[in-house]
């Protein structure tokens, strides 16, 4: 399992990799250890799935994507049955369901936004459901970044 | 409690101008930077590009806000943060700014943005969200921000996650269809 080093390791590069020559051994050089010991734990943490990736998070809508959260009122005894249509479509990235009367959250990500209404205009179609769409208007933080 | 520097606002993104190199970057770099020696070079290699091309292309995408962040991504669920809450309040427009900035520099908050209001059936236009190991830590760390951002009059509700599908999904892109992305941070 991780070790404490491994917590200190994973908190240093959540915050980003240097951009140097070497920043491997430049990381290792900072916690004590050899690059040749960092390397082997990062490879670890990433075998044992503690890291999901290691590399860039992109702001894709300046790639050209398009994206909303959408929430729904599902009833109960329907929650399966619309979870299996919403999750039919390739375009929904992910879907949680919460505790609330808005019990579903999906997000859509597609190639333009006239897809991002044609794909919520077809799930209310075929569920019944009206769909609330939520793009997102500012950001004031967004990080993902969380002490281990 | 860690507090982080205040972040400027940032609108929706328009669309930006990437040429063949950048984007050839992008594409090889999502799978991960190089677990070697010389990353940069290794990756320069790939592209016929030299480290210092490589370097000073990442440092434009990071300025440019392309890349929003260039460093490892935690498995929360797996690390123990197994609540997650969505907080939603509905704030006078006018203070929208200024609370999204205020709750968005607690380390214990992962976004923090404006959306639009479904008036009448929903009326809350600031989401936040917060990741802790239990419902207790995230509650408490609601308490937090509601005493030290003076949200204490501001109508708000906290949705917790109970299921979760399709955590990763593909986001499309015109260059690269498969270009995954944390999923968290879309929307």
């Not at chain 1, 070790?3 to 900072?30: C, H, M, S």
């Not at chain 1, 929904?92 to 209404?117: G, S």
């Not at chain 2, 490589?54 to 392309?66: A, G, P, T, Y």
């Not at chain 2, 209001?117 to 419902?135: A, E």
């Amino acid at each position: 399992m991780m070790d404490e080093l491994d917590r200190k390791i994973i908190n240093d590069l959540q915050a980003g990799f240097p951009l140097t020559e070497q920043p491997y051994a430049e990381v290792a050089a900072r916690h004590g250890i050899t690059e040749s010991e960092l390397l082997s734990r990062l490879q670890q943490l990433l075998d044992n799935k503690t890291l999901s990736r290691f590399g860039p998070m992109y702001d894709a809508e300046k790639l050209g994507g398009a994206f909303t959260l959408a929430a729904m009122q599902v009833p109960e005894q329907d929650f399966d049955k619309v979870a299996e249509v919403v999750n039919s479509y390739a375009e929904v990235a992910h879907n949680y369901q919460r505790d609330h009367q808005f019990n579903m959250w999906y997000v859509l990500a597609t190639e333009t936004p006239d897809q991002i209404n044609l794909v919520n205009r077809d799930i209310e179609k075929r569920t019944g459901l009206k769909v609330f769409s939520m793009p997102k208007l500012t950001e004031y933080y967004i990080g993902l970044q969380l002490p281990v | 409690m860690k507090v982080r520097n205040r972040r400027p606002d940032l609108p929706v993104s328009s669309h930006v101008k990437l040429d063949k190199q950048d984007k050839a970057l992008i594409t090889l770099i999502q799978a991960g930077l190089p677990l070697s020696s010389t990353p940069y070079t290794d990756l320069g290699h790939d592209l016929g590009m030299t480290e210092r091309e490589v370097i000073e292309r990442l440092k434009h995408l990071m300025q440019d806000n392309i890349i929003k962040r260039f460093g490892v991504v935690v498995r929360h669920h797996e690390l123990g943060y197994r609540s997650n809450a969505m907080t939603v309040w509905n704030v006078p427009d006018e203070q929208v700014s200024e609370l999204g900035h205020c709750i968005g520099q607690f380390d214990f908050v992962t976004l923090s943005y404006r959306r639009p209001r479904r008036l009448p059936d929903w009326p809350y236009n600031l989401f936040t969200m917060i990741h802790g190991q239990n419902r207790g830590h995230v509650l408490k760390n609601i308490q937090f921000l509601i005493e030290r951002c003076n949200l204490d009059r501001v109508e708000h509700q906290v949705l917790f996650s109970t299921r979760r599908f399709k955590q990763r999904g593909a986001i499309y892109h015109p260059f690269n269809k498969g270009l995954s992305d944390d999923p968290q941070t879309a929307g």
